[in-house]
Antibody, heavy 119, light 107 residues
Framework: QVQLVQSGAEVKKPGASVKVSCKAS????????MHWVRQAPGQGLEWMGM????????NYAQKFQGRVTMTRDTSTSTVYIELSILRSEDTAVYYC????????????WGQGILVTVSS | EIVLTQSPGTLSLSPGERATLSCRAS???????LVWYQQKPGQAPRLLIF???SRATGVPDRFSGSGSGTDFTLTISRLEPEDFAVYYC?????????FGQGTKLEI
């Protein structure tokens, strides 16, 4: 069965960086794009960007350009998101979610990772 | 960027009743790219409806989606206790993916 398993919670100080992972299983890793969506406490969903596991190409939301990096490791079917220059407003649950190219929806989601930014 | 506005913010109903949730776009959206998700506390979103009106695998037929252009609707014909959750619409456009702010469906 399809599973997206994300790494554990993180606590970071303002100005630091965080890198979290999402390991895919149960399907051919390179067939689906992987997206990252975050949700601040009590708030709605915010799309951050995507990575194409086939070639590593990325597309970031304008809001995060220059501060976010999404990568993949095809040998372990894992995608990563690194967010730098963290601020308190980055405190959120970060989800990975897959998309079949061209479908424009996310059919499977990871369980989410809470990243807390606090001094 | 296309802004999605969902209404109402909170909808209070009882099991067995009909729920109608609205998603209005700031400009015309391709029906192909209009999606609905359900999210329960502490859980990831779950895909319900894609292409404005197609139910995802395993979604009960009491859930239906409709609409076109700038106005889209999610209807739950007869509420079950497990349907009380937050519902989000989402679209894909030239600026990427955007979500509505959500409608909380409560008892």
């Amino acid at each position: 069965q399809v599973q997206l398993v994300q790494s554990g919670a993180e606590v970071k100080k303002p100005g630091a960086s965080v890198k979290v992972s999402c390991k895919a299983s149960g399907y051919t890793f390179t067939v689906y794009y992987m997206h990252w969506v975050r949700q601040a406490p009590g708030q709605g969903l915010e799309w951050m960007g995507m990575v194409n596991p086939t070639d590593g190409n990325t597309n970031y939301a304008q809001k995060f350009q220059g501060r976010v990096t999404m990568t993949r490791d095809t040998s372990t079917s894992t995608v990563y998101i690194e967010l730098s220059i963290l601020r308190s407003e980055d405190t959120a649950v970060y989800y990975c979610a897959r998309e079949l190219p061209g479908q424009t929806y996310f059919d499977y989601w990871g369980q989410g990772i809470l990243v807390t930014v606090s001094s | 960027e296309i802004v999605l506005t969902q209404s109402p913010g909170t909808l209070s109903l009882s099991p067995g009743e009909r729920a109608t949730l609205s998603c209005r776009a700031s400009q015309s959206v391709s029906s192909k790219s209009l999606v609905w998700y359900q999210q329960k506390p502490g859980q990831a979103p779950r895909l319900l409806i894609f292409g404005a009106s197609s139910r995802a695998t395993g979604v009960p037929d009491r859930f239906s989606g409709s609409g076109s252009g700038t106005d889209f609707t999610l209807t739950i014909s007869r509420l079950e206790p497990e349907d009380f959750a937050v519902y989000y619409c989402q679209q894909y456009g030239s600026s990427g993916y955007t979500f509505g702010q959500g409608t909380k469906l409560e008892i």
